[in-house]
């Protein structure tokens, strides 16, 4: 059901974080096989499809309307320059595109509702990170990969943009105590997305970006403090299989119970990814 090539690189990054979470845990106490980690494995495993070909659809349609608006001399002067340049910029277009979808997935009450399944997430590991909606990671790939696809970037470019992200997302969320020093302010780490998914009043709306966090803190979206978080997840209650978790957003607010306490006055108050 998933292809060759996906299933390499799945167990490549298995057989890389799950030695690497057993000796150097950020938190020592939690067991391999945490809360709801086989739900977080059939993400892993199937949710790839459904994102794949909802990418396809999206970005296809758009690309319609875009690429017409777009002057032809513009992504033959992209393609004209070093690959390396190319993938400087695309890293940084396509992380502004992750910031604000990312942003509006906690800003708008409906959207949130999609991301909040990210959010539930109460044990931060490498398997954490495939824990999120079809809805959510169609429409904030996206955001990210629309602009350079229009722009006309090469595929090469694009091809390392992925790769770095791919990696970098599974990274950040694992449980390690890996710090990046003083590079903490230029690349994400487990240090700064942590605090993203932190269960921690200062922490909710923090730190957005997916590579770089100079994006937050010109934002004033940055939350770094020097100690990690001790608490994860949403106060709302959410569903924890999977086939509930891809149906939740869709039902009723009152069936479902409220999405924050503060819903009303602040749209995002309960909400630390």
């Known amino acids: 059901m998933f292809d060759l090539i996906d299933f390499k690189a799945m167990l490549v990054i298995a057989l890389i974080f799950i030695p690497?979470?057993?000796?150097?845990?950020?938190?020592?106490?939690?067991?391999?096989?945490?809360?709801?980690?086989?739900?977080?494995?059939?993400?892993?495993l199937f949710n790839g499809i459904v994102i794949k070909f909802g990418l396809l659809v999206v970005v296809g349609a758009a690309m319609?309307?875009?690429?017409?608006?777009?002057p032809p001399a513009l992504p033959a002067a992209i393609r004209s320059q070093p690959v390396w340049l190319q993938a400087?910029?695309?890293?940084?277009?396509?992380?502004?595109?992750?910031?604000?979808?990312?942003?509006?997935?906690?800003?708008v009450p409906f959207l949130w509702r999609f991301h909040a399944i990210h959010h539930s997430?109460?044990?931060?590991?490498?398997?954490?990170a495939h824990r999120v909606h079809p809805v959510d990671q169609i429409l904030?790939?996206?955001?990210?990969?629309?602009?350079?696809?229009?722009?006309?970037?090469?595929?090469?470019?694009?091809?390392?943009?992925?790769?770095?992200?791919?990696?970098?997302?599974?990274?950040?969320?694992?449980?390690?105590?890996?710090?990046?020093?003083?590079?903490?302010?230029?690349?994400?780490?487990?240090?700064?997305?942590?605090?993203?998914?932190?269960?921690?009043?200062?922490?909710?709306?923090?730190?957005?970006?997916?590579?770089?966090?100079?994006?937050?803190?010109?934002?004033?979206?940055?939350?770094?403090?020097?100690?990690?978080?001790?608490?994860?997840?949403?106060?709302a209650p959410v569903p924890q299989l999977y086939h509930r978790q891809l149906v939740y957003p869709l039902i009723s607010e009152t069936d479902a119970g409220p999405v924050s306490p503060a819903v009303e006055a602040v749209p995002a108050a309960a909400k630390p990814d």
């Open 20 to 44: 690497l979470e057993q000796l150097l845990p950020l938190h020592a106490e939690q067991p391999l096989t945490r809360r709801h980690w086989l739900n977080d494995v059939f993400y892993l």
């Open 64 to 70: 319609l309307l875009v690429e017409r608006l777009i």
């Open 88 to 107: 400087l910029e695309v890293l940084v277009i396509a992380d502004i595109g992750f910031y604000l979808a990312h942003r509006a997935f906690h800003a």
């Open 121 to 128: 997430i109460e044990e931060m590991d490498w398997l954490a």
């Open 140 to 235: 904030t790939k996206s955001a990210s990969l629309l602009p350079v696809l229009a722009l006309g970037y090469s595929g090469e470019a694009i091809f390392i943009y992925v790769l770095i992200y791919q990696w970098q997302s599974v990274f950040i969320h694992s449980n390690t105590r890996i710090r990046f020093g003083p590079l903490k302010w230029l690349l994400a780490s487990p240090q700064f997305h942590h605090w993203h998914h932190a269960n921690e009043r200062r922490a909710f709306d923090k730190n957005f970006a997916g590579q770089l966090p100079l994006l937050d803190l010109l934002c004033c979206t940055l939350y770094m403090p020097d100690r990690m978080p001790e608490k994860y997840g949403v106060d």
